[in-house]
């Protein structure tokens, strides 16, 4: 089983509709994030959050929300999806032991198209 | 802030030839700089870092990276690559005290031929 787990993994949904993402972990790691990748622009962060009362808005982070139910999961949410939010989205997850040099470790990425 | 160019959008090459993917970043402090893999429709794997020490730095797989500070590059060279090795690719930075919030470039997407 993979130790990021990203569900669903491909969503095709409505303009206006609220659509949730989810990540849960089994690495044990306090740090985890939501990045979009679109193509020629690479990884962008949403959101990050480095513990359970830790959430932290990253650089496109309007038109989402986030929740840490627990320190395994972490959950994206687009409340009124729009067309330009269809990309792939990915969690991931890093060891604050190992700091800013650590390792992500990511799930296998959330397919959202948004007609 | 940050920010990080990758040069080429795609690379293609014939199997067993070298192969170079160029990075530069800038940045006003100091940054820990990584290549990202990603294999076809699969998450992001670390494949190199640099933190310190010696400027060049090697993968399990035959990559290698050289960070030049002097121009603020962190090319990716293999010297002979393998059909296994299409992928995209991408180069990213880290700031010293950001708390691992990767800054990504465009990445670069390599199509090995056989």
């Known amino acids: 089983d993979a130790d990021v787990t990203q569900t669903p993994r491909n969503r095709i949904t409505k303009t206006g509709k609220r659509i949730m993402l989810e990540c849960s972990q089994t690495k044990g790691h306090d740090r985890m994030y939501w990045y979009r990748q679109d193509p020629g622009l690479g990884l962008r962060l949403i959101y990050y959050?480095?513990?359970?009362?830790?959430?932290n808005k990253g650089e496109i982070s309007d038109g989402y929300s986030v929740s840490r139910q627990a320190q395994a999961k972490f959950s994206l949410s687009l409340e009124s999806a729009i067309p330009n939010q269809t990309a792939l989205y990915f969690c991931a997850t890093s060891d604050p032991g190992t700091g800013e040099s650590g390792e992500l470790f990511f799930g296998e990425g959330s397919r959202l198209t948004v007609l | 802030a940050q920010s990080v160019t990758q040069l080429d959008s795609q690379v293609p090459v014939f199997e067993e030839a070298p192969v170079e993917l160029r990075c530069n970043y800038s940045?006003?402090?100091?940054?820990?700089l990584f290549w990202y893999v990603q294999y076809p429709n699969q998450g992001l794997q670390l494949l190199l870092k640099?933190?310190?020490?010696?400027?060049l730095v090697k993968s399990i797989n035959g990559f290698e990276a050289e960070f030049n500070k002097s121009q603020t590059s962190f090319h990716l060279r293999k010297p002979s690559v393998h059909i296994s090795d299409t992928a995209e690719y991408f180069c990213a930075v880290s700031l010293k005290a950001a708390g691992n919030k990767l800054t990504f470039g465009g990445g670069t997407r390599v199509l090995v031929k056989p």
């Open positions: 940045s006003s402090v100091s940054v820990y």
């Open positions: 959050s480095f513990d359970v009362k830790d959430i």
């Open positions: 640099y933190l310190s020490g010696s400027t």
